[in-house]
């Protein structure tokens, strides 16, 4: 959402990394904390997203507002995610498939394919008797599923995520 509006934010604007702490509808009050439990200044955007900063995305979500990134994910392909906060985390009840949806949708440059089991059901002589063609739709510009992208691959590079290449086969 925020890379959607160039105007206000790109990979480089910077984000302070502070605390926060919202009143919930309930009454109960949510505090974020970063997983390291501290607190690094204003950071970039895009490393605030490689690192899992937590504090400096709840605060650009919460500047995009709640509806907005909510329906972002449901354009991904994930349906009924709760208008919380805490989305803005991923912290959303999503199965692997659903997971996966959004990663694919992501990938696809912001088209949404729905993903399907089956492609075809042939009969016992291999011919073709009912296809399940794609549906591929646009859900998300373009230009900010790129710079998302390119955000992605810093968490590989240099964030939480540069374990993996340790791991994985060149």
Same mark, same amino acid.
């Given at each position: $959402?925020? #890379?959607?509006? *160039?105007? !206000?934010?790109?990979?480089?604007? @910077?984000? =302070?990394?502070?605390?926060?702490? &919202?009143?919930?509808?309930?009454?109960?009050?949510?505090?974020?904390?970063?997983?390291?439990?501290?607190?690094?200044?204003?950071?970039?955007?895009?490393?605030?997203?490689?690192?899992?900063?937590?504090?400096?995305?709840?605060?650009?979500?919460?500047?995009?507002?709640?509806?907005?990134?909510?329906?972002?994910?449901?354009? $991904?392909? #994930?349906?009924? *995610?709760? !208008?919380?906060?805490?989305?803005? @985390?991923? =912290?959303?009840?999503?199965?692997? &498939?659903?997971?996966?949806?959004?990663?694919?949708?992501?990938?696809?440059?912001?088209?949404l394919t729905p993903l399907l089991?089956?492609?075809?059901?042939?009969?016992?002589?291999?011919?073709?008797?009912?296809?399940?063609?794609?549906?591929?739709?646009?859900?998300?510009?373009?230009?900010?599923?790129?710079?998302?992208?390119? $955000?992605?691959?810093?968490?590989?590079?240099?964030?939480?995520?540069?374990?993996?290449?340790?791991?994985?086969?060149?």
């Amino acid at each position: $959402a925020a #890379l959607a509006e *160039p105007s !206000r934010y790109n990979l480089y604007s @910077l984000i =302070a990394d502070e605390p926060i702490e &919202l009143k919930m509808p309930n009454g109960s009050r949510w505090a974020p904390k970063n997983y390291d439990h501290k607190l690094h200044g204003a950071v970039p955007l895009y490393t605030a997203l490689a690192k899992s900063y937590n504090l400096p995305t709840v605060k650009v979500g919460l500047d995009m507002g709640v509806d907005r990134v909510h329906d972002l994910i449901e354009a $991904a392909g #994930l349906q009924g *995610p709760p !208008r919380l906060p805490s989305m803005f @985390l991923g =912290a959303i009840n999503a199965s692997p &498939l659903d997971v996966a949806q959004i990663y694919s949708t992501l990938a696809a440059s912001g088209y949404l394919t729905p993903l399907l089991a089956i492609r075809e059901v042939m009969t016992k002589d291999g011919q073709p008797l009912s296809r399940y063609s794609f549906q591929l739709k646009q859900t998300l510009p373009e230009g900010p599923v790129y710079l998302t992208n390119w $955000a992605m691959q810093k968490v590989i590079e240099f964030g939480t995520g540069r374990w993996a290449v340790s791991v994985l086969p060149a």
